[in-house]
């Protein structure tokens, strides 16, 4: 079945699971559909995403703003089901168990334990009523037996690993005593205070300078080593996921363009978004002027989604697929080769041409 013609679900409504996820994948995400009913019409954020991530592996998610990466990643944790608005399907498989048709209560238990989230807007993250301390040893003594003294300690060892200075005093600050950049690192430490299994960071050092943003990509290396998590990095630098990531997705318009490993998609990228996205890509050995060539044009509406290509508005290539197909067929993902798929009506050869001959020698 065409995925365009399918919707999610009625408001509130869960649509349970069929299938299991497979048995080395930690996170398996199926077909995941977020759409939400607003006076404009329904707003198709995230329309049929699919993915996995083993433990230990790092996935990178790019695309530019509006495309539904934080969607996702609050749908994964199940953060938009109690949006009367809502409309949810699909299959969040989480170390076997699936997420979307469990228990709300089964979930939230999960969240801050198994699976946590650094969160784009740290302010959404912290209570602005408690102390940044007291809030961290909340998240810890939730999932541990331990005392009230020893989780303090930990939430200060938490402060002073993502750089905190003298965090046995800024432990009983409140989160608007925090400069933003303060902020987002006691959200981090928050995050990962219970060791998660999955990791979902989302524009995790936007908001941090050069020095922390390097230290608090090390923490997160440091957990994956420690203890395998499975990590998801949100990013629209494309340098974070470059040094990161093992396996990048690229979102376009609530659905997934490209996928494949990070290699895949960075030096053999099949499709004609993910070139623009690279183009725009800052290069440390060029000068500032030649660095940015934005993707022109804008964002598709995620309302009236249209017929055939989302991006065909603003694809150089858009005439080469022959027949007009990309105005009136919606391209499905294909594999090109070994696990790395992209959603073009474009000939391969003739992308795999372009893509050497006239892209990739001006990056
Ligand atoms: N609760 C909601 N109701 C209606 N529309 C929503 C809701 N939440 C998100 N959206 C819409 O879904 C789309 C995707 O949003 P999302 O926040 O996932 O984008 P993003 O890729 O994370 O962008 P950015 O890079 O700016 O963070 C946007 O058009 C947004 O306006
Ligand atoms: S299907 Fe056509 S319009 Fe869409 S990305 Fe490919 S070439 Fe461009
Ligand atoms: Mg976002």
Redo the contacts with the bound molecule.
């Keep these: 079945m065409s995925e365009v013609s399918k919707t999610a679900g009625a408001p509130g409504e869960v649509v349970p699971a069929q299938r299991s996820g497979t048995e080395d994948t930690f996170l398996s995400v199926r077909d995941l559909r977020i759409h939400f009913q607003t006076d404009d019409g329904l707003v198709k954020s995230v329309d049929g995403v699919s993915f996995d991530v083993k433990p230990g592996e790092t996935l990178g998610v790019v695309g530019e703003s509006g495309s539904g990466k934080s969607v996702t990643s609050l749908g994964i944790l199940g953060l938009h089901r109690a949006a009367p608005n809502a409309r949810i399907s699909g299959e969040v498989w989480l170390d076997g168990e699936e997420l979307i048709g469990a228990d709300p209560d089964h979930v939230r238990r999960l969240r801050g334990q198994k699976m946590s989230m650094i969160f784009q807007d740290p302010l959404s993250a912290m209570h602005p009523y408690y102390t940044v301390g007291a809030q961290i040893v909340e998240a810890y003594r939730v999932h541990n037996k331990v005392t009230k003294k020893a989780a303090r300690t930990r939430a200060i060892e938490m402060l002073d690993r993502v750089g905190i200075p003298e965090p046995g005093k800024r432990v009983d600050s409140y989160p608007h005593e925090f400069s933003g950049g303060m902020r987002q690192r006691a959200m981090i430490a928050m995050a990962l205070v219970n060791n998660p299994q999955l990791l979902i960071a989302d524009e995790p050092t936007t908001a941090l300078d050069v020095t922390v943003q390097a230290q608090i990509l090390d923490l997160i290396r440091d957990l994956q080593k420690e203890f395998g998590s499975a990590v998801i990095m949100i990013t629209h630098d494309l340098g974070v996921v470059a040094e990161m990531a093992d396996k990048l997705l690229v979102m376009y318009g609530g659905r997934c363009v490209e996928r494949g490993t990070a290699e895949q998609v960075f030096y053999e990228p099949q499709?004609?978004?993910t070139w623009g996205l690279l183009g725009s890509m800052p290069r440390i050995d060029r000068d500032q002027t030649e660095r940015l060539i934005p993707v022109k044009g804008s964002p598709p509406s995620l309302i009236n989604v249209p017929d055939g290509?989302a991006?065909?508005p603003r694809?150089p290539?858009?005439d080469?697929?022959k027949d007009d197909i990309?105005r009136t067929t919606r391209?499905e993902l294909t594999e090109t080769g070994n696990g790395h798929f992209s959603a073009?009506?474009?000939a391969q050869e003739e992308r795999t041409r372009i893509w050497t001959e006239e892209i990739a020698p001006k990056l």
């Design positions: 499709h004609p978004y290509c991006f065909n694809c290539y858009a080469i697929p990309t391209p073009c009506h474009m």
